[in-house]
């Protein structure tokens, strides 16, 4: 290994670590890791994308979805400050990834040179682990360090080596170190356990909230659920943890969430957090006695006040509480919980049976259901497509992928392109609003180019329509949401890919069963409803009295969304 320079060493190294892609484009800065990243393409694929924050947004997906650290590169200067809204993506989400940037030659730095730009100030909020390498012997141990730090810490490491250092030969005096990272196991002290039963014990309307952190205890947190008689409700991050339509499940909570969700946790006397940190604490329960189940004891107590906290696994401290949990005879709050879950998915239905023109989102999404596999992966663009989403498509056996502490609109493309990259088998859909399309439609090229089969649906309604509604609920005019697009299905055409423009209810259907059956990346571009409204499942008062004077009268009229009491 020695005397190599430091780009074929730094190849090596992410070899060592299972790492088999890296998203980025070529330039000057890194011109030297281009080179050495030519040489092994045989090992670890370049992504050649179109926009750095495309690459860090892809990485940041392929992370959430695998459990692997995500990898992307940058030049110094734009490329390195295009990556910023990935990296904090990566960052809010917990997703371990690497971000390997350039940097001017060493012995200009400090002057103000030609794209010179702190790049140790500027990713110093959004990384665990920020290291500028000065030397190649420096480099081995910094890498090593580096991804570690990022996979302990479910995190963001940023390495940046000047151009001079990466040419440079790597001499016998380098620490190498290993490339291993021992993941901590927590189980809960028993004390706490023992104080966790008593709780139980004494719930008689208890609700589950889960989020990503369930993941891999499905099966205990359902037996758990059954052993309590209490329903779950999931976070935005943890859809999917148990099917929509599964008996217990209420779907999500908050203004993209279910009536049945809200009134369960209006009416709760316990409350069991599993791995989450949900933080619209006004949709949680007034008052309740509260359970949370983490494997950060930052995140116990953190949002809402506790009365036990339990550091552990979701999968092993379920396990250890259904030892010592008896069955509850009494399931009156839970058949009450499933009567109103049954009542909101009849609602939904008819919401998505409406044949109009313009096409209702919700049928969109419900006509994408029936052509979506089990094992499909999803990935889900920010904006009143979220909501669509949330409440109308019933997961199986899909993941699902979003940005979901950030938020960023544009983020459904590239979690596509990392979830074909990563499940090169399955089928992979993108589903994104105009707005959020728009931002980073760029990059549709790059699944053309590298041969990614994927449905990218877009809901078109020339509107950046959640704030449009956020405007109106305020009671101010709408301004500044109208959008001029072109047409996508002659974009994904013009890219190489395959486009289908829908604009009447009865076509629907038969164009995404098309674009199921493509070989090629294609785009559904699907004209919606620009005036149907991403409704809360709790309205409050303040917000109708805000809104627009015709639409009050049409959230109240037969037909509409059955609100909660106001």
Not at 12 to 29: A, C, K, R, T, V
Not at 309 to 329: C, P
Not at 397 to 423: D, E, R
């Amino acid at each position: 290994m020695f005397r190599k320079n430091a780009g074929d060493v730094l190849m090596e190294l992410l070899i060592d670590w299972n790492i088999d892609h890296i998203y980025g484009m070529p330039g000057d800065s890194i011109n030297s890791i281009i080179e050495s990243l030519r040489k092994v393409e045989d090992k670890i694929k370049f992504i050649q994308i179109r926009h750095e924050e495309n690459g860090a947004l892809a990485a940041s997906s392929y992370a959430k979805l695998t459990g692997k650290i995500g990898v992307c590169t940058a030049i110094a200067g734009p490329g390195a400050i295009h990556l910023l809204n990935g990296l904090y993506d990566a960052k809010l989400d917990g997703a371990p990834l690497l971000a390997i940037c350039g940097q001017v030659e060493s012995d200009l730095m400090g002057i103000d040179y030609f794209q010179e730009v702190n790049l140790s100030r500027l990713f110093d909020d959004v990384a665990v682990y920020n290291q500028r390498i000065t030397s190649a012997e420096q480099l081995p141990g910094v890498i090593n360090q580096a991804i570690r730090t990022a996979y302990a810490k479910s995190g963001v490491a940023v390495i940046t080596i000047s151009d001079d250092v990466q040419k440079a030969e790597v001499e016998k005096g380098a620490r190498f170190t290993s490339p291993v990272v021992i993941k901590p196991k927590f189980f809960p002290h028993q004390q706490d356990l023992i104080k966790a039963e008593a709780l139980l014990r004494q719930s008689k309307k208890a609700v589950i909230l889960a989020g990503k952190g369930a993941r891999k205890a499905s099966a205990e947190l359902v037996e758990f659920a059954e052993r309590m008689a209490c329903p779950i409700v999931l976070s935005l991050p943890g859809k999917g943890v148990i099917p929509d339509k599964h008996p217990y499940c209420l779907g999500g909570l908050g203004l993209i969430g279910t009536k049945p969700a809200y009134e369960a946790m209006k009416e709760a006397d316990t409350l069991i957090l599993i791995g989450t940190s949900f933080p619209f604490t006004g949709f949680l329960p007034e008052k309740a006695r509260t359970l949370q189940i983490d494997t950060n004891p930052v995140q116990i107590g953190k949002r809402y006040p506790i009365d036990v906290g339990l550091v552990g696994e979701a999968k092993e401290t379920l396990k250890e509480l259904l030892n010592v949990l008896q069955v509850k005879e009494d399931q009156t709050f839970l058949e009450s919980c499933q009567g109103r879950m049954a009542d909101w998915w009849g609602k939904m239905e008819k919401e998505e049976e409406v044949e109009s023109v313009p096409i209702k989102p919700q049928s969109v999404v419900k006509a994408l259901q029936d052509v979506t596999s089990s094992d499909a992966i999803i990935s889900c663009d920010v904006g009143n497509v979220t909501v669509w989403m949330a409440r109308h498509f019933r997961m199986t056996n899909q993941k699902f992928v979003i940005s979901s502490w950030l938020a960023t609109l544009g983020c459904g493309l590239p979690g596509a392109i990392a979830g074909k990259i990563a499940y090169p088998s399955r089928q992979v859909v993108a589903v994104c609003g105009d707005g959020g399309f728009t931002m980073t439609m760029n990059d549709f090229v790059t699944a053309v180019k590298y041969d990614l089969p994927m449905m990218v649906i877009i809901l078109n309604n020339h509107k950046i329509a959640m704030i449009k509604f956020e405007q109106e609920v305020m009671g101010n005019a709408e301004f500044g949401t109208n959008l001029h697009n072109p047409n996508f299905a002659k974009y994904a055409e013009s890219c190489g890919g395959v486009g289908i423009r829908v604009e009447k209810p009865e076509d629907l259907m038969p164009a995404l069963k098309k674009a199921a059956l493509q070989s090629k990346p294609c785009i559904v571009d699907v004209v919606v409803d620009a005036n149907e409204a991403p409704l809360p499942s709790n309205l409050t008062f303040s917000q109708a009295k805000g809104y627009a004077q015709h639409m009050i009268k049409e959230l109240f009229s037969e037909g509409k969304l059955d609100l909660p009491p106001l």
